[in-house]
């Protein structure tokens, strides 16, 4: 199978999100082609599901946490769908990123991909691609109508030579939560640039309240805040797509800079002892049970911190990530284009597991937007936010988009895997000791080059 060239995953982020302020807008109705689960022409199971077989789907998926409306809502669906189709059992296989991404390896190591299945766009998909797992969805989105209710230019980060391999549940940005009360009682103002943060997170520590919080276990987390740091050192986007255009190494002093700055967050004492034994849903409980001051993070969390104890009373705000060393534009952000459902090629009911996959994607708008989970989902969405309770700071996560200048992708989102397994081994050792940042440059540099 033809690879999709790497360079091109970091591209046309920008006009896709420009897509999605028209859909979710600052609080205003906004429209989309039956994206609420309405009448698309035929019925939801696409005449393919009539069989009176009782078999069993079985859907993997990354919200393992009950408190989170995407949980909530998937289970709503999936009751939904039950109840239409009783000769149908949904079998839930619910986990955490990490673990979940080490599953599926195992999984696809034996040809065994559960029917349904979650992968994240770009490099991390390909080698699964590369190796004919999934189904191509293209017959899928385009009979009923469901292709139209994503958000322009999304669904290419999932596309490989031609065919759609997967149906993202995202579209989103990285963003700085704070904690209002505790940044009150800390005396530290939202900062603007990233020493003030470093100040920020020495002030508070001195005053006993805990700065920042992140769930380092799963180490994506630790490269996901690192590369806000890079993109801004580095001036703007573009890095990593100029290591593998050759025109730079991991050994430029925008790595290294970014890299001791990481460690000055660090070793100011920002994060909880132990992040690196806390999972992304422990480290994120920390913030929503009023813990900590700030948290960073992908604007998807918006759902779950909203609907959290720390939310009460208009309690939590939003910030963007700022320069560093008077570098960057903080209307830069990390893009993130979200994980997605894939489908086995080897599902022993392939038809009824479309049908279903139909059927969650085409409902997953109205459900998300109900459930106050709407915030950064790739639909386009039907409903007037403002008017249907979500909070300030929702609304001021609807407005970072339509500010939305530019960005990069994720690390293990451009580079191969052997490499970004360097890197994020790199990162997460920082949380447990002081490293040369010149060094860490330097073995990711020769990993990089054993790895191309």
């Known amino acids: 199978m033809k690879k999709k060239p790497f360079k091109f995953f970091g591209m046309a982020m920008t006009g896709v999100l420009a897509i999605s302020l028209s859909a979710c807008g600052g609080g205003g109705a906004a429209t989309t082609n039956n994206a609420a689960g309405g009448d698309t022409g035929t019925d939801s199971s696409g005449g393919k599901s009539g069989s009176t077989e009782n078999i069993t789907i079985t859907f993997q998926n990354i919200y393992p946490d009950a408190s989170d409306p995407k949980n909530q809502m998937m289970k709503k669906i999936v009751e939904q769908y039950e109840k239409e189709h009783t000769n149908v059992k949904i079998e839930l296989d619910s986990l955490n990123t990490d673990q979940q991404k080490l599953k599926l390896k195992t999984q696809a190591a034996s040809k065994e991909v559960p029917d349904i299945t979650v992968v994240n ?33 999304i669904l290419d980060y999932y596309t490989f030579d031609g065919n ?36 920020a997170v020495k002030t508070l520590k001195g005053k006993g309240i805990q700065p920042m919080v992140i769930g380092e276990k799963d180490s994506w987390t630790g490269s996901f805040l690192f590369m806000n740091i890079l993109l801004r050192t580095n001036g703007g986007p573009g890095f990593l797509q100029d290591v593998l255009d050759g025109k730079k190494t991991f050994e430029d002093q925008a790595y290294v800079d970014a890299v001791q700055a990481f460690e000055n967050l660090v070793q ?73 459902f894939a489908i086995s090629k080897n599902s022993k009911h392939l038809d009824e597991t479309k049908d279903f996959l139909n ?29 249907a309770g979500y909070s300030d700071m929702a609304m001021n996560v609807l407005d970072l988009f339509k500010e939305v200048k530019g960005g990069d992708l994720a690390f293990d989102n451009t580079m191969n895997p052997a490499t970004t397994q360097v890197h994020l081994s790199g990162i997460q050792g920082l949380f447990v000791e002081q490293k040369d940042p010149a060094a860490v440059a330097k073995e990711l540099q020769a990993a990089y080059e054993e790895n191309k």
């Open 121 to 153: 766009p770009a490099a991390q998909m390909q080698p699964f691609v590369d190796e004919d797992l999934f189904a191509p969805l293209n017959d899928m989105v385009e009979e009923n109508g469901l292709k139209d209710t994503f958000q322009k230019g």
């Open 164 to 199: 759609l391999y997967a149906l993202p549940d995202g579209n989103n940005i990285g963003v700085v939560f704070y904690n209002k009360k505790l940044m009150e009682e800390g005396g530290v103002k939202v900062p603007t640039t990233f020493e003030e943060m470093v100040d």
């Open 268 to 340: 100011a004492g920002a994060f909880q002892d132990g992040a690196t034994s806390f999972d992304y849903n422990s480290g994120e409980n920390l913030f929503k049970t009023g813990k900590a001051a700030m948290y960073y993070m992908g604007s998807w969390a918006t759902g779950g911190i909203e609907t959290a104890e720390v939310s009460k009373d208009d309690n939590v705000g939003v910030f963007k990530f700022p320069t560093v060393g008077g570098k960057g534009n903080a209307d830069e952000f990390m893009l993130a284009p979200g994980s997605a």
């Open 359 to 387: 059927y969650f994607m085409t409902n997953f708008p109205k459900e998300a937007f109900e459930a106050k989970g709407a915030v950064g989902i790739a639909q386009n969405v039907d409903g007037d936010f403002k008017a």
